[in-house]
Nanobody, 129 residues
Framework: EVQLQASGGGVVQAGGSLILSCAYA????????IGWFRQAPGKEREEVSC????????YYGDSMQGRSTMSSNGAKNMVYLQMNNLKPEDTAVYYC??????????????????????WGQGTLVTVSS
């Protein structure tokens, strides 16, 4: 059974930083992709970043381009999202999700949100002005 759990959210002042963690288990595919997503109140869910188990170079969406760094530790089954210079508009529930990428030979950015099959419970990030 695939399980993901995001943690590390909280309240932070604008301009501050936060590190989110995602613990995962059960990803036994030959290759898989893990992504970070966020959903603000009244808005659609959007991709923040993703990384493939076979490629250590993350992809970053437009939402936090230049202000976030995604990393992974395969030995610990963890991925992280370092967020810097946070803005009030970054306030959202942040999720990590995964999908089987065994037969995918391209960037993780090629996966649409609806193609992620496994989702963890989100963690709320609130950025105060």
């Amino acid at each position: 059974e695939v399980q993901l759990q995001a943690s590390g959210g909280g309240v932070v002042q604008a301009g501050g930083s936060l590190i989110l963690s995602c613990a995962y288990a059960g990803l036994t595919f030959d290759d898989y992709v893990i992504g970070w997503f966020r959903q603000a109140p009244g808005k659609e869910r959007e991709e923040v970043s993703c990384i493939s188990s076979s490629d250590s170079s993350p992809y970053y969406g437009d939402s936090m381009q230049g202000r976030s760094t995604m990393s992974s530790n395969g030995a610990k089954n963890m991925v992280y999202l370092q967020m810097n210079n946070l803005k009030p508009e970054d306030t959202a529930v942040y999720y990590c999700a995964a999908t089987d990428a065994t037969y995918w030979d391209y960037s993780c950015s090629g996966f649409e949100i609806h193609e992620y099959d496994y989702w963890g419970q989100g963690t709320l990030v609130t950025v105060s002005s």
